[in-house]
């Protein structure tokens, strides 16, 4: 199994950053790949250039603001475990976004790296531009 784990500090508080992040209609303001994203209650549909992925909700705390998600279908091979983390703490004035993924098959890793690392940079440029 691949564990990565990225993270960004950013200028706004927790509870501003919690609410953007688990907002799904927001998914296209900061993920890159993602053109458009909604629920079904259950379910998150993101679209991207590829097609449509199917994230099965695990976790919305919001007392501790993290958010677990799994993708249930979509990827391009068949996802033997995956889950992906978001967690948002206070970081001095402002908050710290910590967004890890662990994926099996190993195979799967180098795609949702790419992905994710464009997603946390999404994140910083997102709350740079929205004060």
């Known amino acids: ?10 200028e706004q508080g ?6 953007v992040l688990t907002d799904v209609h927001t ?3 900061w993920f890159p790949a993602v053109r458009e994203a909604h629920s079904d209650g259950v379910h998150r549909h993101l679209r991207t250039p590829e097609g449509t992925l199917q994230a099965l909700v ?4 919001d007392e501790l603001r993290r958010f677990q998600y799994r993708f249930a279908e ?3 091979e068949p996802i033997d475990f995956h889950l992906g983390t978001i967690d948002v703490l206070p970081d001095g004035d402002g908050s710290r976004v910590i967004y890890s993924q662990e994926i ?5 890793a180098p795609l949702v790296e ?5 997603g946390i940079a999404g994140i910083a440029r997102y709350f740079a531009t929205h004060p």
């Open 58 to 61: 695990v976790t919305k705390d």
């Open 1 to 10: 199994m691949t564990t990565l784990r990225f993270d960004a500090h950013v």
């Open 114 to 118: 790419r992905a994710v690392g464009a």
């Open 104 to 108: 099996l098959p190993e195979s799967l």
């Open 74 to 76: 979509g990827l391009p």
């Open 27 to 29: 998914i296209p303001q």
């Open 14 to 19: 927790p509870d501003r950053v919690w609410a």
